[in-house]
């Protein structure tokens, strides 16, 4: 299911926050414009993943950030208007998960927050990392930081508490709005790509674990 596809099915006006697009003509478009194509042609999710023959790694990793960011976005717009503090008044995945908040910032030590506040601030978080030129180079002369990997690794962290949260406290309202099928869909793909790349921690994806053995066999 290509990205175009996916935005078409959510309302555009529900995004939570404001789609992050690749600079046109850059060699990242072009690879954005690939995947995707490969999404639309019906790949299989395991194999459209896959880092493609001569293409650069952290160039790769640049584009999914983005394109799950953009997409996780949508998908939490969707529900926001039923995730308030009062109906969720913790960052949670179920009766076992809480997730605290800290940024160094405003947040020096682990914060319990509702999950409404504790997603803004994580949005607004991933969108200043992937807008910051230091640690997303905006062009392919310029290398990538020593610590991008780690980067990476925590922001793709930190948006997968996004689907813990919304599967296990909202998803009757995407199934009652026919969008299950779209985010299991977007699901198994980041699924898929952190796993092909050991980009989160396998103990991160537990509050999913069951659901997982079912949708990415």
């Not at 599967?167 to 977007?186: K, P, Q, S, W």
Request: hydrophobic share 35%; proline share 5%; charged share 25%.
């Amino acid at each position: 299911m290509a990205f175009g596809g996916f935005i078409d099915f959510f309302n555009r006006e529900k995004t939570f926050k404001p789609q992050k697009k690749f600079t046109p003509g850059t060699m990242r478009q072009q690879l954005h414009k690939n995947a995707m194509a490969s999404l639309s042609a019906g790949i299989d999710l395991k194999e459209a993943v896959k880092l493609p023959r001569g293409e650069d790694y952290n160039d790769w990793l640049a584009v999914h950030v983005v394109d799950f960011y953009n997409r996780i976005s949508l998908i939490y717009g969707t529900v926001s208007e039923h995730c308030t503090e009062a109906a969720c008044p913790k960052m949670s995945g179920g009766a076992k998960y809480e997730y605290q908040w800290a940024d160094k910032v405003q947040y020096k030590k682990p914060t319990s927050l509702p999950a409404p506040v504790y997603i803004g601030l994580l949005m607004d978080w991933v969108e200043e990392q992937i807008n910051d030129d230091r640690l997303f180079p905006g062009d392919s002369q310029t290398p990538f930081p020593k610590n991008y990997t780690a980067s990476v690794k925590k922001i793709l962290t930190r948006l997968f508490r996004v689907f813990v949260h919304v599967y296990i406290h909202h998803f009757d309202r995407l199934r009652n709005i026919g969008a299950e099928a779209h985010v299991n869909t977007c699901y198994k793909h980041f699924y898929y790509f952190v796993t092909e790349f050991g980009l989160v921690d396998k103990k991160e994806l537990e509050p999913l674990k069951e659901m997982t053995m079912r949708l990415c066999r």
